[in-house]
């Protein structure tokens, strides 16, 4: 009894700190829109190639994204990475994402990232806690460059009545280094918050569904942007 009241407890704590990071303060005009984001990932071990690649790691993923109050198709997303597990909890990664991007009323662009990432799995009594740092070197117009760091903190917890259904909450924090023309001035560039759940349906494959806050601000700090996002993942271990 005591472990389940503090695991409710926990979970509460999440769910307000992630709402918190969804919802960040602006001085300027809010601007809400709805849409959905669709995702598959895929990871696996290149073990099958050769047996003395065990260690090694490959990621596969895909996005299409929605704005528009569901109408509009804005933006994809193609991210390919290579890493190598460090243990069982820790691994390191080198990638690469394309991100082709119509936004309405806005030239298209189709930005080019290169980055390395770090993710540590840490498991606990409650539930399985994913920390992932990435650092993006943008590629945007030209030869601009923007440096962007950001930093992802993910929660599973496995329901005793169902161990295969979890609920799942995760936030992600961006920063800009650096002012570009394009990329907008240095500081805070946007926050994602992300409350669902996941359903194992084996050891291999978890689907994921829920709603994602996306807030982002604009170039100048001036006025800031909010998606309110259904968000369906489906998850695939090789």
Do not use: C
Not at 145 to 152: A, F, G, L
Not at 158 to 173: G, H, N, Q, T, V
Not at 186 to 194: I, L, T
């Amino acid at each position: 009894m005591k472990r389940i009241f503090y695991s409710g407890k926990v979970l509460k704590i999440l769910l307000l700190v992630f709402a918190a990071a969804g919802t960040s303060a602006h001085a300027g005009e809010l601007a809400e829109d709805t849409g959905a984001w669709l995702q598959i990932v895929g990871e696996g071990s290149l073990k099958s190639v050769d047996p003395s690649l065990a260690k090694g790691r490959v990621w596969l993923e895909g996005q299409s994204r929605f704005d528009g109050n569901w109408g509009h198709w804005y933006q994809g997303m193609v991210r390919s990475a290579v890493g190598y597990s460090l243990s069982d909890r820790a691994t390191i990664w080198a990638g690469y994402t394309w991100l082709p991007t119509q936004n309405i009323g806005k030239p298209y662009i189709a930005q080019q990232d290169i980055w390395p990432a770090f993710r540590y799995i840490l498991p606990t009594e409650i539930g399985t806690f994913t920390f992932r740092t990435m650092w993006e070197t943008n590629f945007l117009r030209g030869d601009q460059v923007r440096e962007r760091p950001r930093q992802m903190i993910k929660f599973m917890h496995p329901f005793d009545f169902e161990p295969r259904l979890s609920f799942i909450a995760w936030d992600e924090a961006f920063y800009r280094v650096n002012t570009t023309a394009w990329g907008g001035k240095s500081g805070f560039d946007q926050n994602r918050a992300f409350s669902g759940f996941g359903w194992n349906f084996n050891k291999n494959v978890r689907a994921e569904l829920g709603y994602l806050n996306q807030y982002l601000d604009d170039a100048n700090h001036r006025d800031a942007k909010m998606h309110h996002l259904g968000m369906a993942s489906l998850f695939v271990n090789f």
